[in-house]
């Protein structure tokens, strides 16, 4: 298992976006792993993720496409035409993997394009990979 | 056609008429004259096979009998003189020339007086009514010629009537048959002339006709192939008159034979398109050819009698005759085909909605199916994980077992997603390197089997014009299945190749399990498998999958296989449609 790195003055900060209990569930057991603090925020819906992008700062957005209210790529095209928030990067987290889905989400900003494996094992893996790599990133930036 | 009396057929009469040189004189000119006209007859009869020859045949007769009535009315006038002249010798020698002239000319002749009783018949006209011409003097024209239509035997009415009332030359319809004295059928044309005596009134009427079996044969046979013919079928001249339509025009236009006869094409055509048809039919005379009707995707429509109209289809083909070019027009009622074409516009938005909405649905089976068995397997595995200390052996089995068919769930949704993709996905040919796409499947292949080791031997070079989207699906399907059957064999090998250079035609061969060919035929059917679950994992989707995408390509798939030797699929590329 991949080690993030440790932040250097505070937790690394997750915004995760999914309506689904279960998933919600399932996302936090692998982040748990990651070996290092994090700060995860749940959003169970678009509006409340806008919200939450405008009152707070985040190292990294987990997104999932399929939400009520507002859809996840509306949530995706507002924060990247918005320049008063700061712009994190935005792993799609989505159950299908239609092309269409892929390319939509990319066209409207995302950073990665994950599809949610059935295998837990998987899944973990999956999560955690990506998210040390937009975090380690970050971590790079000047 | 029998022969023209040859001059010297003549000669005797006209030595014998020098004592009487100026009515001699007059009947050799008027048979001259005679002579070239039936000369024109017989050169347009032998020469046109076709429906228009009839009317030049017509034109030909009516000028035989003018010129016949001339003669006829210098006898008339001969037989005046008769009564007053002592010497009336050179009357009978013009008689008995006249006779000869007459009997010389191969067409029917009878004279009749002003109130139409038989007054002479030369011999050919014996010959075709049958009536000896002493027993036919003083009988009414229509006794002894007796006229009936050719189809339906009604009598026919003669215009001989309208000729001595009115002075005007007559023929008859074009379908008149003559019934013979003895009940034999003759199928004649014929003309009528008035005979004007010196006060210029008309006293009586010369009857010229023929028989027209063989013209009539050859017209009888032109027309039957027009009436043979499914569309109906028009032939009009280039001035737009219509000469001939077949039954089927009746039908289609709703106008008699005798009421087309009196009309322009123009009036098929609906009152808009009449103008532009008129410039369009001198353009067509100019260049006749075989060639439908109307520009590109212009739609035709014909008018019917009552005024309605219906969508045409109408071909042209140019019929050259002595008369000049007619045009055939074979119209077709398109209704059907115009109905039928709709109808197919709406089944093809149906089946579009349709696929729309399996597309939908896909979609919705890809996510709600999906995440509940990712719950599944991420919370047996979390009870795993968190409890599995406390649980017996057995359980933490039955939980890998739960695992394991969320797994085999997740991969059935998936292969049928990809199944419905290969069928409602528009495929995009390109040129495609199958030896790149089948080496980079085949790496896949290993990296995710990485405890097993299978020699791939992929030909090179092989290349098509494919959608390589869908080429890759079915080398993972091939390749996948290649690899999977191949499991328990020692040597595990896999051939991509090309049954000749050049060949449309590629295989995929291993040396694995194979299969019976008796079971063959239920290969490439969804959901049909030929190994019992626990000998080799897998769906039965597969090769439907595969099958699907050369189908899709117009090719061909087929099998050989056997029992512990391997299998090798064929498949072929055919054209893009």
Known sequence: MSQLPPSSSRPHRILLVEDNAEDETLALRALNRAGAPLAVTVARDGLEASDKLRSATYDLMLLDLNLPHVHGLEVLRNLRSDTQIAQPPVVVLSTSNEESDVRSSYDAGANSFVRKPIDARQYNEAILQIVRYWLVLNERRP | ?577
Not at chain 2, 26 to 39: E, G, N, R, T, W
Not at chain 2, 163 to 185: N, P
Not at chain 2, 267 to 285: D, F, I, K
Not at chain 2, 323 to 331: R, S, T
Request: proline share 4%; net charge neutral.
């Open chain 2, 1 to 577: 056609m029998a022969k023209r009396p040859k001059a010297s057929s003549i000669e005797p009469a006209a030595r014998q008429g020098s004592r009487s040189a100026p009515l001699v004189a007059l009947l050799i000119v008027s048979l001259l004259v005679l002579l070239v006209a039936a000369a024109a007859a017989f050169v347009a009869l032998s020469s046109s096979r076709d429906g228009a020859g009839a009317a030049r045949t017509l034109i030909a007769i009516s000028a035989s009998a003018a010129v016949v009535s001339l003669g006829l009315s210098w006898v008339l006038r001969g037989r005046e003189l008769e009564a007053k002249e002592v010497e009336g010798q050179s009357v009978r020698v013009s008689e008995e020339e006249l006779r000869t002239i007459l009997d010389s000319i191969a067409d029917g002749i009878i004279a009749t007086d002003d109130a139409g009783r038989v007054v002479r018949m030369n011999r050919v006209a014996e010959t075709l009514s049958g009536w000896r011409s002493s027993a036919a003097r003083g009988k009414p024209l229509a006794e002894v010629l007796q006229l009936v239509h050719e189809g339906s035997h009604t009598p026919l009415d003669s215009p001989l009537q309208q000729v001595l009332a009115k002075g005007v030359t007559g023929s008859l319809a074009y379908d008149a048959t003559l019934v013979t004295r003895d009940g034999e059928v003759i199928p004649i044309g014929d003309s009528i002339a008035p005979i004007r005596g010196n006060d210029g009134k008309i006293a009586g009427a010369a009857v010229v006709f023929r028989d027209v079996t063989r013209e009539r044969d050859g017209e009888t046979r032109f027309r039957r192939v027009l009436g043979a013919a499914p569309d109906a079928m028009i032939i009009a001249k280039d001035d737009g008159c219509i000469s001939f339509v077949n039954a089927q025009a009746t039908v289609l236009f709703g106008y008699t034979s005798q009421e087309f006869a009196t009309l322009k094409v123009e009036q098929l055509l609906p009152e808009s398109m009449r103008g532009p048809h008129a410039a369009h039919r001198r353009v067509y005379h100019e260049d006749p050819s075989v060639r439908p009707m109307g520009k590109g995707n212009m739609p035709l429509r014909g008018r019917r009698r009552d005024g309605t109209t219906f969508p045409a289809a109408i071909s042209l083909s140019p019929l050259r005759t002595h008369e000049g070019v007619f045009a055939i027009a074979a119209v077709r009622d398109v209704s059907a085909e115009r109905e039928a074409q709709v109808e197919l516009e709406r089944a093809k938005e149906r089946a579009e909605a349709a696929n729309r909405e399996l597309e939908a649905f896909s979609y919705s089976v890809a996510h709600d199916l999906r995440a509940p068995l990712r719950s599944i397997d991420g919370f047996s595995r979390a009870l795993l994980e968190d409890h599995g200390p406390a649980l017996p052996e057995s359980g933490r089995a039955d939980l890998e077992t739960v695992c394991a068919a969320a797994r085999r769930m997740g991969e059935l949704i998936d292969d049928l997603l990809a199944l419905s993709r290969v069928t409602r996905g528009e495929v995009r040919r390109a040129p495609t390197d199958l030896t790149a796409l089948a080496r980079d499947v085949a790496s896949h292949l290993a990296r995710r089997n990485p405890d097993r080791t299978v020699e791939v031997e992929i030909a090179e070079g092989l290349q098509a014009q494919v959608d390589p989207r869908l080429f890759r699906v079915a080398f993972e399907n091939l390749l996948g299945n290649a690899w999977k059957f191949t499991r328990k064999v020692g040597a595990p090998r896999i051939i991509v190749g090309r049954k000749s250079e050049g060949d449309r035609a590629f295989f995929v061969q291993d040396n694995g399990a194979g299969f019976a060919m008796e079971r063959a035929g239920r290969l490439f059917v969804a959901f049909q498998r030929l190994h019992r679950d626990g000998e080799f994992e897998g769906n039965g989707i597969g090769l439907a999958t595969v099958e699907r995408v050369v189908h899709q390509h117009n090719g061909r798939i087929w099998a050989e296989a056997e029992v512990g030797k391997g299998a090798t699929f064929h498949f072929t590329v055919g054209e893009a449609t």
